[in-house]
């Protein structure tokens, strides 16, 4: 193998996740408050100090599993009180109209 593919191959399994399947589903289960909670363990661990560079990245990458379940779970409470308001808008508009009793 020539130099360059085995450091290719290397680098690449650097930046390969730390996260195993189990704690990607884990995470993906979990409701806001509960990855809410668990972001703010893994930042104070990080803050802490005192982890090794695996666990240290381990963690970090844990954190951004976290904030990224934690948005889409804020995402989707953004897009129903959208679609309500919508809704509620356009009952309003309609309100006291001929159209209303249709």
């Not at 695996?54 to 409470?77: N, P, T």
Request: net charge negative; proline share 1%; charged share 25%.
């Amino acid at each position: 193998m020539a130099d360059s593919t085995k450091k290719q191959t290397k680098t690449t399994k650097a930046l390969a996740s730390t996260l195993s399947n189990k704690e990607r589903e884990a995470i993906a289960k979990l409701p806001y408050e509960q990855a809410r909670d668990q972001l703010i363990e893994a930042v104070q661990a990080l803050e802490a100090g005192g982890l090794d560079l695996d666990a240290s990245m381990h963690q970090w990458e844990i954190g951004e599993a976290l904030a990224k379940r934690a948005q889409e779970l804020l995402d989707q409470v953004r897009a129903k009180l959208d679609a309500a308001q919508a809704q509620q808008a356009s009952a309003g508009a309609s309100a006291g109209t001929q159209s209303n009793l249709e």
